[in-house]
C-alpha cells in the first residue's frame, strides 16, 4: 500500500469522478479527506471506503462557492491539527451549467462558475501550501477538461475557468519547482460515462465511453512516488498506464 500515512484531499470527493479518485487511493492506504457541499454524497462515498476496509476518511462538508476566507484557513488549521501535514491535493470539484453563447450569458451563472472552478483552487492551494511544504514530497493536481482546452464557442464560464486553471497550474508548478518538493500536474479526464459528461452530452451513447473506474491508473501515479520528479505535465488519463 504505497500511499500508507498519506493524507489527501479531494474537492468534489462526493461527485462521479471525485469519489471515484477518493476510492482507488484510500484502497492504496491514504487517509482522505473528502469534501463536498452535498452531505449525502460525502456519506455515500465515506460508506464506500469503509467497505473496502481502507482508511477511515474524513468528512468535511464545505461549499466552495459560498466559504468565506476566513473558513477556507479554519479548513487548513484543522487538517493541521488532525494530521499535521498534507501530502496530496486533488481539485476534482467542477460546475458547469450548460453551453450558453456568451451574449445571454447569465452574470449569476458566470460569477459561480469562475468561484467554483478557478477562484476556490486559488484560494485553497494557497491556504494549504504551508502544510504541503511540510511533507518530504507532495502533489498537488487540477482537473481539466478534453473539450474546452482549446477556446470553444458557447463554453462559457467553463471553458473560460478550465483553460485559466490550466494556466495557473503552470505558474504554480514554475515557482514551485526550484524547492522540488511540491509537483504540480493536471489531469485530463477525457471523454469519459461520468454525471458531469451526462449532463453536457445528454444525447451521447454512454455505452461506448470508458467507465470512470477505468482512469484510475492516473490517479495513483499522480500522487505516488512514481510522478516525484513531474511538475507542469499534462496528464491524459484516457492513454495514460502506470
Known amino acids: 500500500m504505497p500511499l500508507t500515512n498519506h493524507s489527501i484531499l479531494i474537492t468534489g470527493a462526493g461527485g462521479g469522478l471525485g469519489s471515484t479518485a477518493a476510492l482507488a487511493l484510500a484502497k492504496q492506504g491514504a487517509r482522505i ?127 473560460v475557468s478550465k483553460i485559466a486553471l490550466e494556466s495557473y497550474a503552470k505558474i504554480l508548478a514554475e515557482e514551485l519547482s526550484d524547492a522540488g518538493k511540491i509537483r504540480v500536474n493536471i489531469l485530463v479526464p477525457g471523454p469519459i460515462n461520468s454525471p458531469l459528461r451526462k449532463k453536457a452530452f445528454p444525447a451521447e451513447d454512454k455505452n461506448k465511453l470508458p467507465e470512470m473506474q477505468e482512469i484510475t491508473p492516473a490517479y495513483l501515479y499522480l500522487f505516488s512516488a512514481h510522478s516525484i520528479g513531474t511538475t507542469g505535465q499534462t496528464v491524459d488519463a484516457r492513454t495514460f498506464k502506470l
Open 33 to 159: 479527506i473528502l469534501l463536498d457541499k452535498s452531505i449525502p454524497k460525502l456519506e455515500k462515498a465515506y460508506d464506500a471506503i469503509i467497505d473496502a476496509n481502507a482508511p477511515t476518511p474524513v468528512i468535511y462538508p464545505f461549499d466552495l462557492a459560498g466559504a468565506s476566507e476566513v473558513q477556507y484557513h479554519e479548513l487548513a488549521q484543522a487538517i493541521e491539527d488532525k494530521y499535521g501535514h498534507l501530502n496530496g491535493l486533488l481539485h476534482s470539484a467542477t460546475e458547469f451549467d450548460a453551453f450558453t453563447p456568451m451574449s445571454i450569458h447569465s452574470t449569476m451563472a458566470w460569477g459561480h462558475t469562475l468561484n467554483v472552478n478557478l477562484n476556490a483552487p486559488f484560494l485553497l492551494t494557497q491556504v494549504l501550501l504551508p502544510l504541503l511544504k511540510k511533507s518530504e514530497h507532495a502533489s498537488i493536481v487540477f482537473t481539466s477538461d478534453s473539450f474546452v482546452r482549446e477556446p470553444r464557442a458557447y463554453s462559457g464560464a467553463y471553458g
